[in-house]
């Protein structure tokens, strides 16, 4: 199994990026996605994931701005990022779970990961 993220970059407060994931070796439409992110000295934390189902989830901080959506055919899941905050910077991993609703929240719980792709906003 592969996860290859990429789309990250520099842009100002404001401006948009979209992240792509790209997953091989598995059958995307059986698996939970997710988006995680993780700033200099900081935790990794949970951006948003979308289920297999469909059903979405944001972290508040993102809510409104972000937007997480799936191609099961294309095996690739997105998150389009809009209002860009400087807070937003970090690396951003994307990840893959077969695990229930209430794990998904968690790290942890996910079997598969990407490389990370660096989003960094500043003037």
């Known amino acids: 199994v592969q996860l290859q993220a990429c789309g990250g970059g520099t842009v100002h407060p404001g401006g948009s990026l979209r992240l792509s994931c790209a997953a091989s070796?598995?059958?995307?439409?059986?698996?939970?996605m997710g988006w995680f992110r993780q700033a200099p000295g900081k935790e990794r934390e949970l951006v948003s994931f979308?289920?297999?189902?469909?059903?979405?989830y944001y972290a508040d901080s993102v809510k409104g701005r972000f937007t997480i959506s799936r191609d099961n055919a294309e095996k690739k899941v997105y998150l389009q990022m809009n209002t860009l905050k400087p807070e937003d910077t970090a690396v951003y991993f994307c990840?893959?779970?077969?695990?229930?609703?209430?794990?998904?929240?968690?790290?942890?719980?996910?079997?598969?990961w990407g490389q990370g792709t660096q989003v960094t906003v500043s003037s």
């Open positions: 990840a893959a779970s077969r695990a229930v609703l209430s794990a998904l929240y968690t790290a942890a719980n996910y079997n598969y």
């Open positions: 070796g598995l059958t995307l439409s059986q698996y939970n």
């Open positions: 979308i289920r297999w189902t469909g059903n979405i």
